[in-house]
């Protein structure tokens, strides 16, 4: 089955207790990306990746760190959580296109809800 | 910068009732809009997705349909049953310089089917 995972689905951490999540796709996508949902501010980019090596920073990318050494992999790592960071993440890949003349949808993963405290 | 919004936030209908969700976005250069669904605490599951050269997708009881000049998408859903209660986001896909790599999502319309 074509699907994102994240992995764990559910963590409660303490401030400063460096901790990864991690998302595997099986489709073969070039783009992966991150994603934090809170209430009142909807979904927001934390970083993406175009391909394996490429990264870059999307809306809110303090605080995380992020890497892409092979394609099916896009972990997303906490050094040193923060309250703040408590929140629902999700995961999610995209086909990308060489001329961009037909850009895919995305598939996201089931979220990771993350609480520090 | 692309902000999407989507009216109105919390909509209630009774069962059998066909229903509109309304979403707006104001930068038409993007290369296409993602209608999702959430239950609660859950992840987004693909609706349906519109291409920009495209007007309306349909799947199921469920319409969407495009208007990228005036930069405006509906879901239409019809027939509504309790099952449909969630919360439904709409999502567009940039066209602009690093417009692409991500999606910019509207905070969504969260629907009761009352029985």
């Known amino acids: 089955e074509a699907q994102v995972t994240q992995n764990p689905r559910y963590l409660i951490t303490v401030t400063g207790k460096k901790l990864t999540v991690t998302c595997s796709q099986n489709?073969?996508?070039?783009?992966m990306s991150w994603y934090r949902q809170d209430p009142g501010l909807g979904l927001r980019q934390i970083y993406y990746?175009?391909?394996?090596?490429?990264?870059d920073k999307g809306d809110v990318p303090e605080g995380y760190k992020v890497s892409r050494k092979e394609k099916r992999n896009f972990p997303l790592i906490l050094e040193s959580p923060s309250p703040n960071q408590t929140s629902l993440y999700f995961c999610?890949?995209?086909?990308?296109?060489?001329?961009?003349?037909?850009?895919?949808?995305?598939?996201f993963g089931s979220g990771t809800r993350l609480t520090v405290v | 910068k692309q902000e999407v919004t989507q009216i109105p936030a919390a909509l209630s209908v009774p069962e059998g009732e066909n229903l509109v969700l309304n979403c707006s976005f104001t930068?038409?250069?993007?290369?296409?809009l993602q209608w999702f669904r959430q239950d609660p605490g859950k992840g987004l599951t693909s609706l349906l997705l519109i291409q920009s050269s495209q007007r309306e997708q349909t799947s199921g009881r469920l319409n969407a349909s495009l208007d990228k000049s005036s930069g405006r998408s509906t879901l239409y859903i019809a027939a509504s049953q309790p099952g449909d209660s969630a919360t439904y986001l709409c999502?567009?896909?940039?066209?602009?310089?690093?417009?692409?790599?991500?999606?910019?999502f509207g905070k969504g319309t969260k629907l009761t089917v009352n029985p």
């Open positions: 999610a890949s995209s086909l990308s296109s060489p001329d961009r003349a037909l850009i895919y949808g995305y598939t």
């Open positions: 990746s175009m391909n394996v090596e490429v990264t």
């Open positions: 999502a567009v896909r940039g066209a602009t310089q690093g417009g692409s790599e991500k999606l910019v």
């Open positions: 930068d038409s250069a993007i290369y296409n």
């Open positions: 489709m073969n996508h070039e783009y």
